[in-house]
C-alpha cells in the first residue's frame, strides 16, 4: 500500500501564494507519475497538473498553466505544487495521487490514478 498526505493548505487572498506537499510513504516508488486534483463545493474533481516519475515532462490544466508548478523530489517522495496569482475560483480541496502505471504517459484522468491523499484546503478571498 501507499498512503499520501498533503500539507501546506491554508487561506490566502487574491494574488497570493501557497505551496502544497505531498509526502508518500509505505510501499514508495519513484517510477509512477504524480498528479494533483482539486475539488471546490458541488463540483466534480478535476485535473490541476502532473509531472512524470522522473520530473522531466509536466502536464496541467488550462485554468493554472502559468500560474501553477508541479516538481517532485523523488529522494524525498514527495510532490509539490507551487501556487501563485492565486485567485478565488482556485479555492478547493486539493488532493495528489499517484498514476496506475509505471512510467507511463501523463494523463489528466482521475480513473488514471490509483492512490490519493485525503486532500488540503486552500481558500482564495477577494
Known amino acids: 500500500q501507499v498512503q499520501l498526505a498533503e500539507s501546506g493548505g491554508g487561506s490566502v487572498q487574491t494574488g497570493g501564494s501557497l505551496r502544497l506537499s505531498c509526502a508518500a510513504s509505505g510501499r514508495t516508488s519513484s517510477s509512477y507519475a504524480m498528479g494533483w486534483f482539486r475539488q471546490a463545493p458541488g463540483k466534480e474533481r478535476e485535473f490541476v497538473a502532473a509531472v512524470s516519475w522522473s520530473g522531466i515532462f509536466t502536464l496541467y490544466a488550462d485554468s493554472v498553466k502559468g500560474r501553477f508548478t508541479i516538481s517532485r523530489d523523488n529522494a524525498k517522495n514527495t510532490v509539490y505544487l507551487q501556487m501563485n496569482s492565486l485567485k478565488p475560483e482556485d479555492t478547493a480541496v486539493y488532493y495528489c495521487?499517484?498514476?496506475?502505471?509505471?512510467?507511463?504517459?501523463?494523463?489528466?484522468?482521475?480513473?488514471?490514478?490509483?492512490?490519493w491523499g485525503q486532500g488540503t484546503q486552500v481558500t482564495v478571498s477577494s
Open positions: 495521487a499517484r498514476d496506475r502505471q509505471s512510467r507511463g504517459p501523463l494523463k489528466s484522468a482521475t480513473a488514471a490514478y490509483e492512490y
